[in-house]
């Protein structure tokens, strides 16, 4: 069984620049979740995408966007970056449209600096 | 808007002591999930326990919830060092396919 896993695991840009991150799911799992951690805080969710739609969304604004591709891999693209998009960035994959109602398994996470 | 909140934000024990954390909720549950976080990497799925469930044990980790007080404990026994991480209590929201998170615990655990 293969695990969650992202990619870059650090990342450093600068203010209004545009970044793309990269989730794989786990093995089986059709459902991708992202999410938002600042520092000393809980995660906040983005939002889910099952099966290559967007499947619910969280208080983050249009320039948060995402894909989840037919192998169920998925990407988080932030344009125009605020100093306050700092944060560690959680991928989490789950099975089954309301993913939510079962463990979800994420990954390592990517940190990203923005200067 | 955070669904729970844990208490306390903050724990250090001794290896060999129990260590309990708290977290308040304020909506209806279909469950309840703990994980945990190590230094700022990802989180592990430690336990889920149900809205008709009172109890669930997983090794040396025993989950209670009152849905009455709309609270959850999650208490490690026999702590080790290894157990230093960060304890989040999660909840799913009903309509939007997110699981909400609570500020997290700090354990220390010192040898």
Redesign the interface.
């Known amino acids: 069984e293969t695990g969650v896993t992202q990619s870059p695991t650090h990342l450093i840009k600068t203010r209004g620049q545009q970044v793309t991150l990269r989730c794989s799911s786990q093995s089986g799992h059709n459902t991708v979740s992202w999410y938002q951690q600042a520092l000393g805080q809980g995660p906040q969710f983005i939002f889910q995408y099952y099966r290559e739609e967007e499947n619910g969304r969280g208080n983050f604004p249009p320039r948060f966007s995402g894909l989840q591709f037919p192998n169920y891999s998925s990407e988080l693209n932030v344009n125009a970056l605020e100093l306050d998009d700092s944060a560690l960035y959680l991928c989490a994959s789950s099975l089954g449209e309301r993913g939510y109602y079962n463990e979800q398994f994420f990954g390592p996470g990517t940190r990203l600096t923005v200067l | 808007s ?1 669904q ?1 909140e844990e208490d306390p934000q903050a724990l250090s024990i001794q290896e060999g002591e129990n260590a309990t954390m708290n977290c308040s909720y304020k909506t209806s549950i ?2 309840l ?1 703990w ?1 945990r976080q190590n230094s ?6 430690l336990i ?1 326990i149900r809205s008709n469930e009172r109890e669930k044990h997983s090794g040396r980790l025993r989950v209670t919830l009152d849905t009455s007080k709309k609270s959850s404990s999650l208490l490690i026994t026999a702590s080790r060092a290894a157990d230093t991480a960060s304890y ?1 209590c ?1 909840t ?2 009903s ?10 615990t700090t354990l220390q655990v010192k040898p």
């Open positions: 955070q729970g279909n469950n999930q994980y700022g990497r990802g989180l592990v799925h889920l989040f999660a799913p929201s309509n939007t396919g997110k699981l909400i998170f609570g500020q997290g």
